[in-house]
């Protein structure tokens, strides 16, 4: 019989975050989802307890940041998606553009030696391939997205994915 344990146990869950999940490269949207310069779109990552913002800055860089205020850790973000030039934060009304850069604090003379360059929104490396947005949730990944999809990634890199619709 097959065991049940790894299905179940709370251990097996952990090592399994942290050996794979924590590690490799994982699809969060497809190009698609945020076609447009200022367009957003928040992803709740369960199996990484975090919740991603992910922009197609005004720039036209694609980025993908924790969705969460540098102040006091609250979410930016509510909506599932949306179009905006800049992510604001209900608690305090820090504003971050779509660089993560921080760009008004309401009373920043209120705060002592406010450093807005370190008070950035903490950004996940992010790669694009044939309209997939896949991030990488280590800051320095042992290998790129293309080195990581491997034979796979050359077998469909002609694929015409853009021609199929989510159903």
Not at 120 to 139: D, I, M, S
Request: with cysteine.
């Amino acid at each position: 019989p097959v065991p049940v344990e790894p299905y179940i146990s709370e251990d097996y869950f952990e090592k399994e975050r942290e050996a794979i999940f924590k590690k490799n490269w994982l699809n969060v949207c497809r190009l698609d989802d945020i076609p447009n310069p200022g367009d957003y779109v928040v992803k709740e990552i369960a199996v990484l307890r975090t919740s991603l913002l992910i922009v197609h800055g005004q720039d036209g860089a694609i980025r993908v940041f924790h969705n969460v205020c540098q102040h006091r850790g609250n979410h930016l973000m509510s909506d599932s998606k949306g179009c905006s030039k800049f992510f604001s934060c209900g608690f305090h009304g820090w504003v971050y553009d779509s660089q993560g850069k921080l760009v008004n604090v309401p009373d920043a003379e209120e705060f002592y030696d406010l450093d807005r360059d370190s008070l950035r929104l903490k950004q996940l490396r992010c790669e694009v391939w044939n309209g997939f947005v896949f991030f990488h949730p280590q800051a320095e990944p042992d290998q790129g997205l293309v080195e990581y999809l491997g034979e796979l990634g050359e077998l469909l890199k002609d694929y015409p994915f853009e021609q199929m619709r989510r159903v």
